[in-house]
């Protein structure tokens, strides 16, 4: 089992930027494909970013291409969104989520093929 905690969310205006964190239990973690998701109030969860294990192929959505990045840091269990040039449409609740076992690229990005999930943590951009 992995417990994942998300952290760094809050109220930013437009253009500003925020570092979301997920801190992961698992001692396993550097296993472990990462993945953020986001679900706007009436909307459907969607994909936001992804990092492989070990940090070397990441994907994002177009949506937020160059402007977000996604990293991890193995030593501290910890996955990170950086989030520039925010837009007001960014607002939702980001969740952090972790697959535990290797999938092939294309699943990176479909939330059904998370195994564990944060509680997620709230983003508001103010126009």
């Known amino acids: 089992q992995v417990h994942l905690v998300e952290s760094g969310g809050g109220l930013v205006q437009a253009g500003g930027s925020l570092r979301l964190s997920c801190a992961a239990s698992?001692?396993?973690?550097?296993?472990?494909?990462m993945g953020w998701f986001r679900q706007a109030p009436g909307k459907e969860r969607e994909f936001v970013a992804a990092i492989s294990w070990s940090g070397g192929n990441t994907y994002y959505a177009d949506s937020v291409k160059g402007r977000f990045t996604i990293s991890r840091d193995n030593a501290k269990n910890t996955v990170y969104l950086q989030m520039n040039s925010l837009k007001p449409e960014d607002t939702a609740v980001y969740y952090c989520?972790?697959?535990?076992?290797?999938?092939?690229?294309?699943?990176?990005?479909?939330?059904?093929?998370?195994?564990?999930w944060g509680q997620g943590t709230q983003v508001t951009v103010s126009s």
């Open positions: 698992a001692r396993t973690f550097s296993m472990y494909a």
């Open positions: 989520a972790a697959q535990n076992f290797p999938r092939i690229a294309t699943m990176m990005r479909d939330g059904y093929e998370y195994d564990y």
